[in-house]
């Protein structure tokens, strides 16, 4: 059984049923119901999937800015040279229903899970109750369901962004801007704050997506303050909102620590903290590491004799988060403490030398498609190359990594 209608569930049913297994499903909501994010990805990432033609847009130049905004210097962009593009929500979506057959789902919210051994009894606000071999949780990050351990404060991605017209174009034509972290608007206190950044880009036919973005803060940046830096960013570059033709308020957490992976409940996706602590993305992630895990189900389910729920879950859990992985995790959200110390200054001199690492390396970190071996070469690599503030940065965290383990 899985519960969700979301990206990662619908990714995941799509699978088991391509597995031949039978599949119940529950969402508070129907599955076609538009997903209210739009989701972001580098275009390679799609093309090896073979999927590319789920990109609603794509862009060629896509650039950031890590320069203080002063001077010619200081305004020369960091250019990527690399695709990124924004899936067609609707057509993600359908695709994947289509390949999820003639399953419908169950219009429920579930309040309750009790393990009965040989099944799992879901059991829902309307009194309803379902039962299955095993339950996959895909109902997000705020999952009630999930064990975690308890690290303390976790830290949340924030941002608000709007899609809109404008006085003047805020980003230049046909450009995507990954990060524009200048900081030459922002006052003396601000500068002192928790640093936020600009994602930004063209859709054509005089429209634009702007998006003041905070990567990741304990507790999490305010959306109002979002909303005043954006504007204010704007107005310093002569820019105003002509009309706003959608508004985006976004909030999750980034470093969601690993759930418990001997409880007898399987989740997948943002329940089962698949997001990418150093960047925020995921849909990748679901679209690649989906089929894997739908296999073992399948092998699992036809065991003989049959496996019991904690059995099939904990089998699959190794299978989602193989011992690999876990390290890699535990690197990225050692990564993510040590960024959330730095401050503006600190951080756009990083992520500048980020970038100018070789492409395939700093890719492969942003999509966590690295083996171990060279996400730590690469991590090597950027340690070396980095000024010597940042290393020493880097360094006095190595104490938060021991304590990650
Ligand atoms: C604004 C925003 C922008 C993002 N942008 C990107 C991006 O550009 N690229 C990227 O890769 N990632 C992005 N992410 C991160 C991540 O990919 C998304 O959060 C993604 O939506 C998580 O997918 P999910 O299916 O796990 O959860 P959700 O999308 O949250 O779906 C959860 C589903 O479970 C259902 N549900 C919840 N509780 C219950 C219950 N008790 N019973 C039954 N059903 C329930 C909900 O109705 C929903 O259908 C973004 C996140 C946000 C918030």
Redesign the pocket.
Known sequence: MV?????????IVAELIEQGIKVTA????T?D?P???????WAEELESLGMESLLGHRWQKTISHFGNGIGEQGNSPTQHNFDYG??DPVALQRSLLKRCGDLEWCV????NIEFLGNQTK?I??SGNTFRGRVVID????????VKRPNRGPVAE?A?Y?IVGRFSSPPVGKEQFVLMDFRPDHLTDKERKEPPSFLYAMDFGDGIFFVEETSLACSPPFSLNKLKERLHSRLLHRGVSVTEIIHE?????PMNLPLPDRKQPLLA?????S???PA????????LRRAPTLAKQLARGLAADPPLDSSTLAQDAWNVLWTPELVQRHRLYQFGLRRLMSFDEERLRRFFDTFFKLPREDWAGFLANTLPLPNLLLVMIRLFWTSPWDIRFGMVLGMSSYQSLK
Do not use: D, K
């Open positions: 519960l969700g209608a979301g990206p990662a569930a619908l990714c529950l969402a508070s909501h599955p119901r997903w209210p994010n739009t989701y972001g990805i924004l899936f429920e919210t579930a309040e879901v829902c606000t895909a109902s997000g990050h705020r999952s009630r369901f991605q941002a962004g985006e308020h976004c909030l999750f997948f996706g943002g329940a089962a698949m997001v990418h960047s925020g993305y995921m849909v990748g992630a679901l």
